[in-house]
């Protein structure tokens, strides 16, 4: 079985390849720091049926992974507010790595499988991934998603946001809203006991009864000492089984992308760029959180 359709192969033009994100290195790491919190993943890995072995189930309630997340939500208040008509979104990194570094914080993103930034900033049709340019200025009208990631004494978190810039028309803004509420119907699932996929189903319900679709291509994880851990996460629910069962302890970064139109995606020649093929907008919306046996922790939110 295929969680993620990574292999389609069905791109037209040679100036486009098919997405294959950097999720690919996700899992098959083996950590041993914290036992108790192992789990056996309960879907097949990889399409050749291999199942996965017992993997490091991100983060413990011992270790202070939450400072990085209430830092990392800073640094998104803070970038909120410089997003206008007329700034590059070269200078949105710059920013956004001055805020991170100044933090005492390690920007997770640089020289992430050579992505060449701190902030990936995408603009209307780019999903994720975008490539800070000093060719690239915001327009009155855009929308632009940042996502961000930090390591604050060795813990990760990872988020994300989509913003409007000056004034946006009804359909932009309620694809930003949309994306940002899917999140929240996702996380109300994410209590210890619970299957993962609840989570995925719950957000691609709420999306599709507005009208817009949830990206294949790509997925939420697990996150911790690495940026990227099992479980993946989809953002729509896998064919088969309900997924892991969720435990108290769990650090998962849950990622909804969002598009207006169609779901399909293609990534540009830069080989980091997600666009949607149908060119029209897409939002993102990610926290941390922290599954407890109540109700979820935010850990990127203040
Ligand atoms: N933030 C992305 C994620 O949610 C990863 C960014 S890839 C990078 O998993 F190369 F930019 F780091
Ligand atoms: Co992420």
């Known amino acids: 079985m295929k969680l993620v359709n990574m292999f389609n192969t069905s791109y037209p033009d040679t100036a486009y390849k098919n997405p294959l994100p950097c999720y690919l290195s996700v899992g098959h790491k083996i950590f041993l720091r914290h036992p108790e919190l192992y789990y056996i993943p309960a879907f097949l890995h990889t399409k050749n049926a291999v199942l996965s072995i017992p993997a490091k189930l991100n983060l413990c309630l011992c270790c202070n992974q939450g400072d990085a997340g209430k830092i990392l939500a800073e640094v998104h208040e803070k970038l909120a507010e410089i997003i206008a008509p007329g700034i590059t979104s070269l200078e949105i990194d710059r920013k956004g790595e001055e805020l991170i570094r100044n933090a005492g914080c390690i920007p997770s993103f640089k020289g992430y499988e ?9 603009i209307n049709d780019e999903v994720v991934h975008g490539i800070p340019s000093k060719e690239h200025h915001l327009f009155d009208g855009d929308i632009v998603s940042l996502d961000a990631g930090v390591i604050y004494k060795g813990y990760q978190s990872d988020a994300a946001r989509t913003h409007g810039v000056g004034t946006i028309d009804a359909e932009a803004k309620r694809l930003i809203e949309v994306t940002k509420e899917s999140f929240f119907r996702g996380i109300a699932f994410a209590k210890a006991g619970n299957r993962l996929y609840d989570i995925s ?6 999306v599709e009864s507005q009208g817009f679709s949830v990206v294949r291509d790509l ?12 479980p993946e996460i989809p ?16 650090t998962l970064a849950i990622e909804p ?3 207006a139109g169609s779901y399909d995606v293609w990534m540009l020649e830069d080989d980091w760029t997600i666009v949607t ?3 029209k907008n897409a939002a993102h919306y990610e926290n941390t959180i922290l599954v407890t046996d109540g109700e979820p922790e935010i850990l990127s939110l203040n």
């Open 114 to 122: 050579g992505y060449p930034a701190s902030i990936c900033v995408s």
């Open 201 to 206: 189903a719950a957000i691609q319900r709420y």
């Open 219 to 230: 997925v939420g994880h697990g996150i911790g000492t690495e940026m990227h851990e099992e």
């Open 235 to 250: 953002n729509f629910k896998p064919k088969f089984g309900r997924g892991i069962r969720l435990k108290a302890g769990m």
């Open 257 to 259: 992308m969002v598009n």
């Open 277 to 279: 093929q149908d060119g």
